[in-house]
Nanobody, 118 residues
Framework: QVQLVESGGGLVQAGGSLRLSCAAS????????MGWYRQGPGKQRDVVAS???????NYADSVKGRFTISRDVAKNTVYLQMNSLRPEDTDIYYC????????????WGQGTQVTVSS
């Protein structure tokens, strides 16, 4: 199992920046992939960015060039640096950890609100 604790959300004006943090309760090298998702009211939860245990990253097209996912292995923490924020980035952001062998397990943080004002 793994517990995830997010922080760093808040209110920012369009064009501004925020950095989200996700602290994991275990060594993140033991987690196959970690990522950030977002979800708005009545919408499905969509992936924003992910990073594998090997360090490979992937981004949703809507955030490429603006968001950067990174990690600090010593702190067991994954970050999402969000620059050039837009009002449409307003959502609840969730940290995710996926662990798989014969079965895949998904773990979620509690979510953190990001609000971008125009």
């Amino acid at each position: 199992q793994v517990q995830l604790v997010e922080s760093g959300g808040g209110l920012v004006q369009a064009g501004g920046s925020l950095r989200l943090s996700c602290a994991a309760s275990r060594n993140i090298f033991s987690i196959n992939a970690m990522g950030w998702y977002r979800q708005g009211p009545g919408k499905q939860r969509d992936v924003v960015a992910s990073i594998s245990s090997g360090g490979s990253t992937n981004y949703a097209d809507s955030v490429k060039g603006r968001f950067t996912i990174s990690r600090d292995v010593a702190k067991n923490t994954v970050y999402l640096q969000m620059n050039s924020l837009r009002p449409e980035d307003t959502d609840i952001y969730y940290c995710n950890a996926r662990i798989w062998s014969t079965v895949e397990y998904n773990y979620w943080g509690q979510g953190t609100q990001v609000t971008v004002s125009s």
